[in-house]
T-cell receptor
């Protein structure tokens, strides 16, 4: 089974530009989540999409937006880039199944990340 | 506002020893996650804990959740060098997810 893929892997942009990052989940996974990791702020949750609907959302300004397509692929867009947007952006896809004890089991898989540098 | 506090932030262990990483969160949480990250790499999901009293084990790692105390623990048994990494916990609550600062674990021979 192919893993989670993210494109591009590396990106250099200048302040004020916009950027779109893409995430292709594992086949059959309907949930995609996005995260930002920086040395200063650590790991932060951006949003989660499930079946094309935003299900959860972190505390980020409106410049950060996302969407999910009918094939579960997701894109994240950042407009009017700032220097502080330089980060590793991670996406993860997940599936939920019934465990042996009857409870819900969630399994999450991460992509390799996109490193964005804003100059 | 959901806050997640993880400790210790740095942990140096001898191989073969046991230790516990603690993760406290401030408000009601729907799910508690544990992740591992190797230097320069992406995250690896270790455990997702969904209910009070949940305990999950994988190899030398065992995670538990006490929703009443708002506390999750990651217990390391008989540490080996391959466990050296940074471990993060994260709590999902009211639609938002917050991460702990991470515990950088070094296992020495």
């Amino acid at each position: 089974k192919a893993g989670v893929t993210q494109t591009p892997r590396y990106l250099i942009k200048t302040r004020g530009q916009q950027v779109t990052l893409s995430c292709s989940p594992i086949s059959g996974h309907r949930s995609v989540s996005w995260y930002q990791q920086t040395p200063g702020q650590g790991l932060q949750f951006l949003f989660e999409y499930f079946s094309e609907t935003q299900r959860n959302k972190g505390n980020f300004p409106g410049r950060f937006s996302g969407r999910q397509f009918s094939n579960s692929r997701s894109e994240m867009n950042v407009s009017t880039l700032e220097l502080g947007d330089s980060a590793l952006y991670l996406c993860a896809s997940s599936s939920q199944t019934l465990g042996t004890s009857g409870g819900v089991q969630e399994t999450q898989y991460f992509g390799p990340g996109t490193r964005l540098l804003v100059l | 506002e959901l806050k997640v506090e993880q400790n210790p932030l740095f942990l140096s262990m001898q191989e073969g020893k046991n230790y516990t990483i603690y993760c406290n969160y401030s408000t009601t949480s729907d799910r508690l996650y544990w992740y591992r990250q190797d230097p320069g790499k992406s995250l690896e999901s270790l455990f997702v804990l969904l209910s009070n009293g949940a305990v999950k084990q994988e190899g030398r790692l065992m995670a538990s959740l006490d929703t009443k105390a708002r506390l999750s623990t990651l217990h390391i048994t008989a540490a080996v060098h391959d466990l050296s990494a940074t471990y993060f916990c994260a709590a999902l609550g009211r639609g938002d997810m917050r991460f702990g600062a991470g515990t950088r674990l070094t296992v020495k021979p």
